[in-house]
């Protein structure tokens, strides 16, 4: 009978032997489900939601609805009625729905789980479908650009709370560090309102910011309005047998070094003892390459610890 033809169906899909193991094919084709697939699928149903004029007058075949797992049949018609229903809903249901379509009655007097995407797509027609899973993904886009901008407000507050929670001290030596790099060892426009950072040399000393009209003098620094070449020619700061306008990467090097270590000397004198040294220390290493010397005659204790 059919409960031994089912035990040896059980036991050949149980065979070691991928040979004698029958594929999913196969048994798809296997009498015992021919017939339950032919009896689903000469079946009718009542439809539960019963909106359209198709379902209203009679039963409607199995094969041509949805069934939750609860039991609760619905027609394609009044399926197609509901998804895009589902899908126009209010933001916050579909949030918690994930933007899935769930039973008609759901959750009123219904606890299934939502109709599987593989479901909808063999009843609804395709633009219906299409539309649905389309809402979906824009759904599901959307929510993984809220949790991405939730972990980076997260760090940004975990950052903060760690500043917060940073002694004054540290914070006063951080921002000194700060402002050192950033305004001190980098060459920037001097012009304010633009401070955009200086990195190539072509050999003139008459710069142009690529920001802002600022012609600058890379000998001194000066802003010298919007031409700085008459001002290059006589610069002070420039040292004897220099040529007029041009010079080496040396050249432009040394002068560079001469005038951060006239400013950071300058902008340490305006730190409290503790940063001072606390600013200094920590950045020990970076001072003595970039700006080679200036350890040993300002801070000589802490000369010694960079080359320790």
């Avoid at 169906?9 to 999913?24: E, F, G, H, K, T």
């Avoid at 032919?38 to 949805?66: T, Y």
């Avoid at 980076?152 to 001290?169: F, S, Y």
């Amino acid at each position: 009978g059919n409960a031994e033809a089912m035990e040896r169906l059980i036991l050949r899909l149980l065979s070691i032997d991928c040979v004698q193991r029958p594929s999913a094919a196969h048994v798809l084709e296997n009498a015992l489900f021919v017939a339950v697939r032919d009896v689903s699928k000469e079946s009718a149903r009542h439809c539960c939601v019963m909106a359209s004029e198709r379902c209203l007058q009679s039963k409607v075949p199995f094969d041509q609805g949805i069934e939750c797992q609860c039991g609760h049949f619905t027609c394609r018609w009044c399926l197609v009625s509901h998804t895009r229903q589902s899908v126009t809903d209010d933001l916050r249901l579909r949030e918690i729905r994930e933007g899935k379509v769930m039973c008609p009655f759901y959750p009123t007097s219904c606890s299934s789980a939502a109709l599987s995407d593989v479901a909808l797509a063999s009843i609804l027609p395709v633009p219906v479908f299409n539309f649905y899973l389309q809402a979906r993904m824009e759904l599901l886009e959307s929510q993984k650009r809220l949790e991405i901008e939730g972990e980076m407000q997260a760090k940004i507050t975990e950052e903060v709370e760690r500043l917060l929670a940073m002694e004054q001290q540290q914070r006063q030596i951080m921002l000194a560090r700060r402002h050192i790099e950033e305004e001190i060892l980098q060459t920037r426009c001097p012009r304010q309102g633009c401070r955009q950072a200086f990195f190539d040399f072509d050999g003139c000393f008459a710069v142009k910011c690529c920001r802002c009209p600022c012609a600058f003098c890379a000998w001194c620094g000066a802003d010298c309005g919007n031409d700085s070449h008459a001002h290059v020619a006589i610069c002070p700061d420039k040292p004897p047998g220099a040529d007029e306008l041009f010079g080496t990467a040396e050249q432009y090097l040394e002068a560079y070094q001469r005038r951060s270590r006239i400013r950071l000397d300058l902008f340490l004198r305006t730190l409290d003892p503790e940063t001072h040294r606390g600013v200094v220390k920590d950045m020990a290493t970076v001072l003595e390459d970039r700006l080679p010397g200036f350890l040993a005659i300002h801070c000589p204790e802490l000369f010694n610890f960079a080359h320790a």
